[in-house]
Nanobody, 117 residues
Framework: QVQLVESGGDLVQPGGSLRLSCAAS????????VGWYRQAPGKQRELVAR???????NYADSVKGRFTISRDVAKKMVYLQMNSLKPEDTAVYYC???????????WGQGTQVTVSS
């Protein structure tokens, strides 16, 4: 059974940092692209960052220069380092396999990130 589990969300002050983790099981994780998405209350889910099986990365304009996506193939982990957090980064963050413009598999429970003073 394929499973991706997110963790690392927390309450943080504006300007702070968090590192989110995405742990995979049940798949040959290294062959897939993986994306981090987020969904804020009342808003559509949006792609924040994406990393290819080869390690190429892409970011939404809103997080460029502040967020960094990375992966540890041996550990089957994908990370999202978030720096200089802003209140507008508040959302539930999800990781999922991606292929082209599509997501693969089911959404997990996500991890809540709240940026507030």
């Amino acid at each position: 059974q394929v499973q991706l589990v997110e963790s690392g969300g927390d309450l943080v002050q504006p300007g702070g940092s968090l590192r989110l983790s995405c742990a995979a099981s049940g798949i040959t994780f290294s062959i897939y692209d993986v994306g981090w998405y987020r969904q804020a209350p009342g808003k559509q889910r949006e792609l924040v960052a994406r990393i290819s099986s080869g390690g190429n990365t892409n970011y939404a304009d809103s997080v460029k220069g502040r967020f960094t996506i990375s992966r540890d193939v041996a550990k089957k982990m994908v990370y999202l380092q978030m720096n200089s957090l802003k209140p507008e980064d508040t959302a539930v963050y999800y990781c999922i396999r991606v292929s082209g413009d599509y997501t693969l598999g089911s959404w997990g429970q996500g991890t809540q990130v709240t940026v507030s003073s």
